[in-house]
């Protein structure tokens, strides 16, 4: 089955604390994006990649990193520098910049 | 600012009656997509329109584009339980350096 996914489906971190959150897909597509959804809001860009060793910040990266290593995989880390990252991460993957969207099934991420 | 803004915010209609839902956007565009999401899960691709397209449809659906007003629709005809979901559209801008972006979405109700 090709597809894009994440882990963990749940993620509980302590304050000062990083955590990664993981995406995969192996639907050998170029670009990969990171977003971040508030309750009852829409998807603001984090991080974006359009090829392998390169990605780009969005509007709200501060506090957030990224690598790409490879095609299959773009994870996310969450500092302590992000003062509220409580949220549902999503994480993308389209052929490239202008075509259509896969989302994986999201992370919830909660800071104790 | 948001690129694409929804509106209404929120629509509850009667099952088997027409939703409609639009979507403005401010700068020029490659083209405009409409994606919908599920409580608590990742967004599902519905239809992508080109800048050069004036209407499609897919099964129920049907997206409208008017790119002298900026502007795009989504309807659907017919509605069911199941269409119960977040609808948002994203706005691909036409200049390469410029990132996708998303409305904040309408959240649609059916009522039984």
């Known amino acids: 089955d090709g597809g894009i996914t994440q882990s963990p489906k749940y993620l509980f971190r302590k304050e000062g604390q990083n955590v990664t959150l993981s995406c995969e897909q192996n639907l050998n597509h170029d670009a990969m994006y990171w977003y971040r959804q508030d309750p009852g809001q829409g998807l603001r860009l984090i991080y974006y990649?359009?090829?392998?060793?390169?990605?780009q910040k969005g509007d709200i990266a501060e506090g957030y990193s990224v690598s790409r290593e490879k095609k299959e995989s773009f994870p996310l880390t969450v500092t302590s520098a992000q003062k509220n990252p409580t949220a549902f991460y999503l994480c993308?993957?389209?052929?490239?910049?202008?075509?259509?969207?896969?989302f994986g099934p999201g992370t919830r991420l909660t800071v104790l | 600012s948001q690129q694409g803004e929804e509106d209404p915010q929120a629509l509850s209609i009667q099952e088997g009656e027409n939703a409609t839902m639009n979507c403005s956007y401010k700068t020029s565009i490659n083209n405009l997509q409409w994606y919908r999401q599920n409580s608590g899960r990742g967004l599902v691709h519905l239809i992508l329109i080109r800048s050069n397209e004036r209407e499609k449809h897919s099964g129920r659906l049907r997206v409208t584009l008017d790119t002298s007003k900026k502007s795009s629709s989504l309807l659907i005809t017919a509605s069911r339980a199941a269409d119960t979901a977040s609808y948002f559209c994203a706005t691909v801008p036409y200049s390469s350096a410029s990132k996708i972006i998303f409305g904040s979405g309408t959240r649609l109700s059916i009522r039984p």
């Open positions: 990649s359009q090829i392998v060793n390169d990605f």
């Open positions: 993308a993957s389209s052929i490239e910049r202008t075509d259509t969207q896969y």
